[in-house]
């Protein structure tokens, strides 16, 4: 299908998809399925609700996991109209914020939703989606006068992940969008089904941040099946692969480790061919461990908000022909893509194998090449590997700490699930480490001190982490991401009270 509309532009695709056949299946929802016809109903009742809007005015969207909110994005954006994402988990505050700046012609909204305040007082439109009834009912909930705005090509426009620092606003382009979305659907091509459609795509994805729309936006593009859980729950998203047997599954880091620590028998993953993962990386023993029960191999790829998704993947192919030699590398870049890595010095390219600043020439997003804050290197074959962040490496009294290596090697001890491992002011050394770990299910909590010991045992000294607090969950983001924010202030906050 990608070959067919290749000409077409995203508006033109999403309505094409949408004008299907109106029986075919879109969405799989806890067993039952939405057809596209259902979806383009819902679509059009939101168009009618807004009417006519200013040229380059978004349409603020507060999006659930659920098909009604993938057929209001899918609407917003056939209809040419522009849309900015707003997670609605967040306080009224931050909302009433993000409101502000994107100053909407309408806002769209759960029911349950769309009766906080917040989001009347933006002016414009209000419309209530209620996708607790089937059809899903589209109610005007308020008509407010529309602010300004100028002309601009379409766009979509959502917030960074924050998982380092303060979330920023990004604008990705309609064409953006495209490239990416087609670039997706190449690289599930490799589960397709035997009839060549792509495989169902079982989403435990939030449609807030960029992993979401990278893995929904294809469906909308291709017309390939999906299934919506709500919040990713192990059993929903086994219930979900054994329902629709996809070739191909994908996954956060964070949900890899839940569903090895579930227990999942190895006959309900049996249909998958690969699983694909990404946003964070994912230690080796927790890749030894899946690889060895379910017999599948584990692939990861790169990518960000700024690129309007994925960069670099490691393909099945290169996987079969490189055997592990390159497990750890998050693959090659796609087409198109172009990859280096510099000095941040002084910006001179490195050679291969070397570690400095990666950067990217990613031509959907924009012409020069964009400076990320990884710090990465590339092998002589072109394969990608992410040595961590260069504004988290912490200096402890002149010896550089990369975290995610300490993370990393706290994690391979049994009782520890996750870790995070972050900087803190020290008088003496300038900055020191320090470690919160989140605990497998059931097991006896070790004492600071074996921690500490298991640390001393398996890192250099000066990577030693100061302190390691164990918490019952670690903070995460929508997308399950550690929220080192977050943990900050919990590692500072226990500092100070001398915990």
């Not at 939030?206 to 729950?233: C, D, H, Q, W």
């Not at 990518?303 to 090659?332: H, P, Q, Y």
């Not at 870049?333 to 172009?338: S, V, W």
């Amino acid at each position: 299908m990608i070959s067919e509309h290749r000409a077409m532009d995203l508006a033109a695709r999403l309505r094409a998809t949408l004008q299907g056949p109106p029986e075919a299946p879109a969405i799989d929802e806890a067993g039952r399925w939405w057809s596209w016809g259902a979806l383009r109903a819902i679509a059009d009742a939101i168009d009618v609700a807004i009417g006519e809007s200013p040229p380059g005015a978004f349409v603020a969207l507060l999006p659930r996991n659920n098909p009604a909110h993938v057929a209001a994005l899918f609407g917003v954006l056939a209809s040419g109209r522009s849309v900015a994402l707003i997670n609605p988990m967040q306080g009224a505050q931050r909302i009433a914020e993000q409101l502000g700046q994107v100053r909407p012609f309408a806002v769209l909204a759960d029911a349950a939703d769309a009766a906080r305040p917040e989001l009347a007082a933006a002016g414009g439109i209000l419309v209530a989606l209620d996708s607790a009834t089937r059809p899903a009912s589209v109610t005007v909930v308020a008509r407010g006068a529309a602010p300004a705005a100028e002309a601009a090509p379409q766009s979509l426009s959502l917030l960074t992940s924050g998982t380092t620092g303060p979330s920023k606003r990004i604008t990705l382009t309609a064409a953006s969008l495209l490239a990416a979305a087609e670039d997706c659907a190449l690289v599930e091509a490799e589960g397709a089904e035997p009839d060549g459609r792509l495989p169902v795509f079982v989403s435990g994805y939030p449609l807030t941040n960029i992993g979401g729309i990278y893995y929904t936006l294809p469906s909308g593009v291709t017309g390939r099946r999906m299934a919506m859980i709500e919040k990713f729950a192990v059993a929903d998203w086994v219930a979900a692969v054994e329902r629709n047997r996809p070739g191909l599954l994908w996954l956060p880091p964070a949900a890899v480790r839940m569903v090895l620590d579930a227990g999942v028998p190895q006959a309900a993953l049996a249909s998958a061919r690969a699983l694909r993962f990404g946003s964070a990386p994912l230690e080796e023993a927790a890749l030894d461990r899946f690889e060895a029960l379910y017999g599948i191999p584990v692939l990861a790829q790169y990518g960000a908000t700024e690129f309007a998704g994925t960069v670099t993947a490691m393909t099945l192919a290169d996987r079969l022909r490189f055997g592990t030699a390159k497990r750890r590398s998050v693959g090659r870049a796609r087409p198109g893509i172009g990859l280096r890595v510099v000095d941040a010095a002084t910006g001179a390219v490195l050679p291969a194998d070397a570690v400095g600043q990666l950067q990217v020439l990613a031509p959907r997003v924009a012409s020069e090449w964009l400076p990320t804050s990884d710090l990465a290197r590339l092998d002589a074959d072109g394969f990608l590997f992410i040595e961590g962040r260069a504004d988290d490496a912490i200096n402890r009294g002149g010896f550089k700490v990369l975290p995610e290596e300490v993370a990393a090697v706290l994690r391979r001890h049994p009782a520890i699930a996750d870790a995070v491992v972050i900087g803190l002011p020290d008088a003496r050394l300038g900055a020191v480490p320090a470690a919160a770990v989140e605990l497998r299910a059931g097991v006896e909590p070790p004492s600071e001190a074996a921690l500490l010991g298991f640390a001393r045992d398996h890192l250099v000294a000066y990577q030693v982490p100061s302190r390691i607090l164990v918490v019952a969950a670690l903070p995460r983001t929508v997308s399950l991401k550690v929220d080192r924010p977050a943990a900050r202030r919990l590692l500072e906050a226990t500092a100070a009270d001398g915990a």
